[in-house]
């Protein structure tokens, strides 16, 4: 194999190592986490994949003096062809005599050359290999013995792996050709892996549509809805503790807001159900999926030691579509782990800011935010974009435009560690 060959090949190689390796990288390092769900195939084709590239590089790198399959057992080197059965046209033009000998040959190569020249008849000269010294060519090439040059060219109608041969676009393409594939082939590919972030921008977010949600939405309702959820008897949990001294006592509303009246209230302390005459009258305009108590939700949905209702984000937000549920879950407190971003809608006196989790249906591609506001009753407090907080409050329902949006009436915000999932499946 030459020396480009060689080179073109150890370069093929790369990139498939190249490859490989990121799809293991990726797998290992736990990155794969933030972009593909845990159930169903992808996470293991990932796997899969990387290995089957490395195995293949390897394999071509520790293979790469074998001898082309299609050349075992031929011998090339022209001094030592039997051209009895060859095919080939043996005519020639000798240089000095100036004239086309266009003769067949009837070859029987043996030790001694006895072969019979059959010539035109009327090329007027005597061919005779004895008398070949005045035409002024040289007869001196080996057949079989003969000593006398044939000129002739061989096509055997198989590929040798010589030089030049055709193994791919890197053979076939002269070296900025050859820089420009191996530089879209490897270059997008590392920076992906060395720098693309694992989470998305508030930028993103937004544009993903964090600010235009709809409540009356159904399409994941059957995953999130209380009303759907089995009716066991829930734990209290102990949440995770949050970050210590991360916020100011700006940050904490100690008293309820205004607005919630007394049902919602008494409501809280477990003393009576909500009357749906008690529920803000927008709220009545949505849907009913059926009957829905307050035991319902006690048995189906954990509890802190404070006795709130642990929920996620989504969860909430289909309460917005759900008569039912808002009639049970007005007035109680409940308890969320999220991502905060200022509040854009609604918000005239900057009382609010939103709160969301990414929900993965397919791969992080497809994420799409689910939020609801919160409200703090007087000027909500700063946070830095995207921080993650534990929000505790009162449950709500308001309508705004065509919607009945899902509210936090905030008593307390705190800065928290993300979750081990950034990303609900």
């Given at each position: 194999m030459s020396g480009t060959r060689t080179l073109v090949h150890l370069l093929s190689v790369a990139m498939l190592l190249l490859w490989g390796g990121v799809l293991l990288y990726f797998y290992i390092s736990g990155r794969l986490v933030n972009y593909l769900p845990p159930d169903g195939i992808f996470r293991p084709m990932v796997l899969i994949s990387g290995i089957g590239l490395a195995v293949l590089g390897l394999f071509n790198l520790l293979t790469m003096g074998a001898e082309d399959p299609g050349c075992e057992g031929h011998d090339h080197g022209h001094d030592n062809h039997d051209h009895k059965d060859c095919g080939h046209d043996h005519s020639h033009k000798h240089g000095a005599c100036d004239h086309d000998h266009g003769h067949e040959h009837k070859h029987e190569h043996g030790a001694a050359c006895d072969h019979d020249h059959v010539h035109d008849e009327n090329c007027g000269h005597d061919h005779s290999h004895d008398e070949h010294k005045d035409c002024?060519?040289?007869?001196?090439?080996?057949?079989?013995?003969?000593?006398?040059?044939?000129?002739h060219t061989h096509d055997?109608?198989?590929?040798?792996?010589?030089?030049?041969?055709?193994h791919g676009i890197l053979d076939e393409s002269s070296w900025p050709g050859r820089i420009a594939v191996l530089l879209i082939l490897a270059a997008?590919?590392?920076?992906?892996?060395?720098?693309?972030?694992?989470?998305?921008?508030?930028?993103?977010i937004v544009n993903k549509g964090l600010y235009d949600p709809n409540y009356t939405d159904t399409s994941r309702a059957e995953q999130f809805s209380l009303q759907n959820k089995?009716?066991?008897?829930?734990?209290v949990v102990d949440t995770p503790p949050v970050a210590s001294a991360s916020l100011p006592p700006a940050n904490v509303t100690t008293t309820p807001p205004p607005g919630v009246n007394a049902a919602s209230a008494a409501m809280a302390d477990g003393a009576k159900k909500v009357n749906e005459k008690d529920l803000p009258k927008p709220a009545q305009a949505s849907k009913s999926y059926g009957s829905f108590t307050l035991e319902d939700l006690k048995a189906q949905v954990p509890q802190s030691k404070d006795g709130n209702f642990i929920l996620e984000v989504?969860?909430?937000?289909?309460?917005?579509g759900d008569v039912e549920v808002q009639k049970v879950i007005t007035g109680q407190m409940v308890e969320t782990v999220a991502q905060i971003l200022p509040e854009k809608v609604n918000n005239p006196d900057g009382h609010r800011l939103r709160i969301f989790r990414m929900l993965v249906q397919c791969c992080a591609a497809d994420a799409r935010p689910y939020s609801?506001?919160?409200?703090?009753?007087?000027?909500?407090?700063?946070?830095?974009?995207?921080?993650?907080?534990k929000v505790t409050g009162k449950m709500n329902y308001k309508k705004e435009g065509?919607?009945?949006?899902?509210?936090?009436?905030?008593?307390?915000?705190?800065?928290?560690?993300?979750?081990?999932?950034?990303?609900?499946y």
């Open positions: 002024g060519h040289d007869h001196a090439k080996k057949a079989g013995g003969c000593g006398h040059d044939h000129g055997h109608g198989h590929a040798h792996s010589h030089e030049g041969h055709a997008p590919l590392s920076w992906a892996a060395l720098s693309s972030p694992d989470r998305y921008s508030p930028n993103a089995p009716k066991t008897v829930a734990k989504p969860e909430l937000y289909y309460t917005g609801v506001p919160v409200d703090f009753g007087k000027k909500a407090p700063e946070f830095k974009d995207m921080t993650w907080v065509d919607q009945t949006v899902p509210i936090i009436e905030a008593t307390k915000v705190e800065e928290t560690t993300a979750p081990e999932n950034a990303m609900i």
